[in-house]
């Protein structure tokens, strides 16, 4: 797991939480999606793992396993938790011979949706990937068709690296895949900029 994600992160609102898998704390996270609708969550197919909606308390403790199984590399898994109730699911994956942290994959249950969770949960994790694991470069990619992944991505800075055609073969077609960056120097100048707005403000 990546040295600086192995505690709980917490935001102003949120806590990422490292979650053990075992029968309680699949309970918790299944009674949070048992009755989320599987349209919601069709773009999700994208990650290699078991789909994110399980049929049961025995299902989801084996989707926990398989992303604890995969956290033993350069790979971390958190539970979005707000008010302590689970709200989604963030994954990350970090190369640290290219200085690259990848989004792997962020979702949010249907209440959740439409509050900046999202955005709040990156933001943390921007904050220390730049300027504690020092990285170059955050990733992220998404399916031309997902468009709130792709204001998402806008709105938190990145810049569109290109569009890959048919990259994804899912639900029995083909689909184009965003592929999009964030430099430390698009970070640094970000943040200049909200500096300086700030201080326009205050004058």
């Not at 008010?83 to 209440?111: C, E, H, P």
């Not at 031309?144 to 938190?156: G, M, P, V, W």
């Not at 430099?183 to 205050?202: A, G, I, R, V």
Request: charged share 30%.
């Amino acid at each position: 797991m990546i040295k600086h994600f192995l505690k709980n992160l917490h935001s102003e609102r949120l806590v990422l939480k490292h979650l053990v898998p075992n029968k309680q704390n699949a309970q918790i996270i299944y009674d949070a999606l048992k009755f989320e609708t599987p349209d919601d969550y069709k773009y999700e197919h994208l990650i290699k793992a078991p789909k994110i909606l399980p049929k049961s308390v025995a299902d989801t403790l084996k989707m926990m396993q398989e992303h604890a199984e995969s956290d033993k590399k350069d790979t971390c898994t958190f539970y979005i938790f707000y008010n302590n109730q689970f709200i989604g699911m963030r994954k990350i994956s970090f190369y640290k011979d290219a200085f690259i942290l990848k989004l792997n994959t962020v979702w949010l249950v249907s209440k959740a949706r439409g509050c900046g969770f999202a955005t709040e949960s990156y933001r943390k994790i921007e904050d220390i990937a730049f300027n504690k694991l020092k990285v170059n470069k955050i990733m992220r990619v998404n399916i031309l068709e997902n468009k709130d992944s792709a204001i998402l991505a806008e709105k938190t800075g990145f810049i569109l690296d290109g569009v890959s055609r048919q990259a994804v073969y899912m639900n029995n077609r083909f689909f184009d895949l965003m592929q999009w960056s964030k430099l430390y120097t698009d970070y640094l100048k970000e943040k200049n900029k909200t500096f300086t707005d700030n201080k326009l403000l205050d004058s």
